[in-house]
């Protein structure tokens, strides 16, 4: 077993633990062994939850003097960059985490990169490029022939359809959806339910059915 921690000690990280926890019960070895949680939130360091111990901030991490895989589990695509561009530590790896009741249907024809997690529930298609550092935060299907480049953030339920094409650092809120096709890219917010139906313009909020640019 890898030692492992996750950066983010919040509700998300906490379900990432269980995650953790779900894929070590999957296998015949257990893979990871959860050693706590990183934070630069300076009010929690030092304490723990029910899933570990916040063991330190970035500054910790970076002089961390054994192996140690690192899962990010931040709910911002700004920040998630921040973090994995702030780890300079040799010794620290960033492993895709993925829960065992993900449906792949062509694993074969998948590339991904290194630090996503994809959450319970998801399927992944056929002729899927995925980057680094991509959140998929659980029942999510991801169409044929997608395109997806760093630092995204999907929450639950979202529906990316087939042929889309996605940039770095946006957010898709919950139960959103990009229809088959589409260019979303860079820095682009989608909100909660919305269906967007043509390509988005970067840096802008879109909202509604059909989405619409707001200019906040």
């Not at 909100?191 to 967007?196: H, M, N, P, Q, R």
Request: hydrophobic share 40%; with cysteine.
């Amino acid at each position: 077993m890898k030692d492992i921690a996750i950066f983010g000690a919040g509700g998300f990280g906490r379900e990432v633990a269980c995650l953790i926890r779900l894929i070590n019960e999957s296998l015949e070895e257990p893979r990871w062994n959860l050693i706590g949680f990183f934070d630069d939130n300076e009010e929690i360091k030092g304490t723990a939850n029910e899933y570990g111990k916040v063991l330190g901030g970035m500054e910790t991490l970076n002089v961390w003097k054994t192996p140690l895989d690192i899962a990010i589990a931040v709910g911002n695509p700004q920040v998630v960059r921040k973090i994995a561009g702030g780890v300079n530590n040799p010794l620290v790896d960033f492993p895709n985490i993925i829960a065992p009741s993900v449906t792949w249907l062509d694993k074969n024809n998948v590339r991904m990169g290194k630090g996503n997690l994809l959450c319970s529930g998801c399927l992944v298609s056929c002729n899927i490029e995925i980057g680094n550092f991509n959140i998929f935060n659980g029942y999510i299907p991801i169409g044929h022939d997608t395109r997806i480049g760093n630092y995204n953030v999907i929450m639950p339920s979202c529906n990316i359809s087939g042929g889309i094409t996605m940039g770095d650092c946006n957010f898709m809120g919950v139960k959103s959806v990009v229809l088959q096709y589409l260019k979303i890219g860079n820095n682009t917010r989608i909100g909660a339910g919305s269906v967007v139906m043509r390509n988005t313009k970067d840096g802008y909020l879109y909202i509604g059915i059909p989405a619409q640019k707001l200019d906040v």
